[in-house]
């Protein structure tokens, strides 16, 4: 069975910093990589995906992960934050065969400080 | 876009009560998930359904959970009777394949 280790459950940077989440998975199969964000009492908004292809992706409000398989990585970057990106970010992996669910990570807070 | 429809949003119920979840997946999403979201973790799917069928319900406590998808489309998740535990964010997700998985906006459980 797949599991997610997100390494800090909490990330205090100042505005404009550049941030790195931290995401390894485990799993006995090939798999497929993602990264949500959560507000406040909100569902689960897709930042990005890794399929297939380059392993360097690019998502939304600036956000990129790479893939490093060796590794079973797949750790969020963003070159610059701002105050808006306070908020839960979870890393989550689904096999790609087998059971098709989405197992989560526990999350890590972002906090942005200004 | 097209949204994973959840209703309601928040719900205060008292202890020993029964509570009711409701979820409208995408059009066409054959796969729908309920995930239990404790405070300050990660979402725990609860159950999963292809089309009506349950795929796997590992995870739910039988003796007071629920869930039915009848038709296929849209489901409800039951607690019968809600415990303090039981309070969390109840969120339901949609999927066509593997490669994208929707989420609603959840519904906010406090069990007083």
């Known amino acids: 069975a797949q599991s997610v280790t997100q390494l800090d459950s909490q990330v205090p940077v100042f505005e404009e910093a550049p941030v790195e989440l931290r995401c390894n998975y485990s799993?006995?199969?090939?798999?497929?990589l993602f990264w949500y964000v959560q507000y406040p009492n909100q569902g689960l908004q897709l930042l990005l995906k890794y399929l297939s292809g380059s392993t360097l992706v690019k998502g939304i409000n600036g956000f990129e992960a790479e893939f490093n398989k060796s590794q079973t990585s797949f750790h969020l970057r963003k070159p610059s934050v701002h105050i808006s990106d306070t908020a839960e970010y979870f890393c989550a992996v689904t096999e790609i065969q087998g059971a098709q669910k989405l197992v989560f990570g526990q999350g890590t807070r972002l906090t942005i400080n200004p | 876009e097209a949204e994973v429809a959840q209703s309601p949003r928040y719900k205060i119920t008292e202890k020993s009560q029964a509570v009711a979840f409701w979820c409208d997946p995408i059009?066409?999403?054959?796969?729908l998930y309920w995930y239990r979201q404790i405070l300050g973790q990660g979402p725990e799917l609860l159950v999963q359904?292809?089309?009506?069928?349950?795929?796997?319900d590992s995870q739910l406590p039988k003796d007071r959970f629920s869930a039915e998808r009848l038709k296929g489309v849209d489901s409800t998740l039951k607690i019968q009777p809600a415990e303090l535990g039981d309070s969390a964010m109840y969120l339901c997700?949609?999927?066509?394949?593997?490669?994208?998985?929707?989420f609603g906006s959840g519904t906010r459980l406090t069990v007083v």
């Open positions: 997700a949609s999927s066509f394949d593997r490669g994208g998985y929707t």
């Open positions: 059009s066409g999403h054959a796969t």
């Open positions: 799993s006995s199969v090939s798999v497929y």
């Open positions: 359904f292809q089309d009506e069928s349950v795929v796997d």
